[in-house]
């Protein structure tokens, strides 16, 4: 069925591929434009921003609060005058733009949200509480044991209250999980708007692996708190027993952590951290090897890292945490286990080392999960049916 194609404005803060959100984005964007979509993409000047041919790139200074709000508003009415989008499609703005823009925009063309991050929807921007738990509440009043004092801080976090707030105009918000389709329920969402769309697609075309035959486990993901690459190394220094190599793909703020325990530990001949790669290499590492372990702590609110590498046809060992329970089934095609329980994360990992016959059975089962679940035909379709309800309301 030809369908009409539409002039599409992409907004998101960051104009280079970052992280997964990003990642997906960009190949969002290159396979709309395939399809014979006008895309158009609105960022913030950076130096890293690398633009992509054939589609028309924009780039304006940021202002997420008041002071240069109405400056902003007529650089993007500029924007919106060359390109007369039909749609315009939010993703990560909250560093970007500021609720008055926001608004604006809302009120004038068909907007839809992506939502990749649940601290967007929060007033610290974090969703952990002062004594580092997890929050799992609305922002209203509960929020006031986290308010701050200090008035740049407090002032920082009201400018996020007025923008969650607005946010709530747009016509029509895509969500990667269960888990944040409920979390932006219980924030004032109205169920009509939300639609489940993940952030990713299966790429049919990359190899696969042979979990059977590698010892190599992968952790793959930024080097921070939140993400529990020490955990991981907690967990692996109770399986010294066992014949097992690790790689580390990624970089951050707890690299020099990272690197003083593989010392302490005397882990240097198991452990080599690779560094941050570009997506395009990132499959070589995914062939190579037997499964990967993903032991985020933060509630995710999809785990783009785990779907690549059930793509690979390898199983995922992760903690239970946000959305990554929407393709991961314990048992199935990988091991679930219990939000940083060291002990039982180190158990899982010996239960797939001991076991190559399981890793190739769950290995295989993943593969099939994501390309029977996560086709990029499908993706597009459902991407165009929210346009088009974005469009009609």
């Not at 918000?173 to 329920?185: N, P």
Request: aromatic share 10%.
């Amino acid at each position: 069925m030809n369908r009409k194609q539409l002039r599409i404005l992409f907004c998101h803060w960051r104009g280079w591929p970052f992280g997964g959100g990003e990642i997906y984005l960009f190949k969002l964007m290159r396979a709309l434009r395939e399809q014979g979509h006008r895309i158009s993409f609105l960022t913030q000047k950076d130096a890293l921003n690398e633009k992509i041919g054939g589609i028309s790139w924009h780039e304006i200074a940021p202002a997420p609060g008041w002071r240069n709000a109405k400056a902003q508003w007529r650089a993007i009415c500029s924007v919106l005058g060359q390109e007369t989008p039909d749609v315009l499609h939010l993703h990560e703005t909250n560093a970007f733009l500021g609720p008055y823009v926001v608004h604006q925009l809302c009120r004038r063309t068909p907007s839809v949200l992506t939502l990749h991050f649940a601290g967007a929807l929060c007033l610290n921007g974090t969703r952990y509480l002062n004594d580092g738990g997890i929050c799992r509440h609305p922002v209203g009043p509960r929020c006031i044991r986290c308010l701050s004092i200090h008035p740049g801080r407090a002032r920082k976090m009201l400018l996020q209250w007025l923008w969650v707030n607005r946010l709530k105009n747009v016509r029509c918000v895509t969500v990667g999980s269960g888990w944040l389709k409920s979390f932006c329920m219980r924030n004032g969402f109205p169920p009509e708007k939300l639609f489940d769309l993940a952030p990713y697609w299966h790429e049919p075309e990359r190899g696969m692996a042979r979990p059977e035959k590698s010892r190599d486990m992968l952790f793959v993901g930024r080097l921070r708190d939140n993400k529990g690459a020490l955990h991981l190394l907690y967990a692996l220094a109770r399986l010294k027993d066992l014949e097992w190599r690790l790689l580390i793909v990624g970089e951050g703020e707890q690299k020099d952590r990272i690197c003083d325990y593989i010392r302490e530990r005397g882990l240097q001949d198991r452990i080599s951290l690779v560094g941050t790669v570009p997506n395009e290499t990132i499959w070589s590492y995914y062939v190579r090897g037997a499964f990967l372990v993903f032991p985020s702590l933060f509630p995710e609110t999809f785990g783009i890292a785990g779907t690549e590498a059930m793509s690979a046809g390898l199983p995922v060992i992760a903690y239970d945490a946000g959305g990554i329970s929407d393709w991961l089934v314990h048992g199935r095609n990988g091991l679930m286990v219990h939000r940083g329980d060291v002990q039982g994360l180190s158990q899982a990992i010996r239960q797939l080392l001991e076991n190559p016959g399981l890793r190739q059975s769950m290995g295989r089962t993943a593969h099939e999960d994501m390309s029977s679940r996560y086709s990029r035909s499908s993706h597009i379709r459902q991407l165009y049916n929210i346009y088009e309800k974005a469009l009609v309301r």
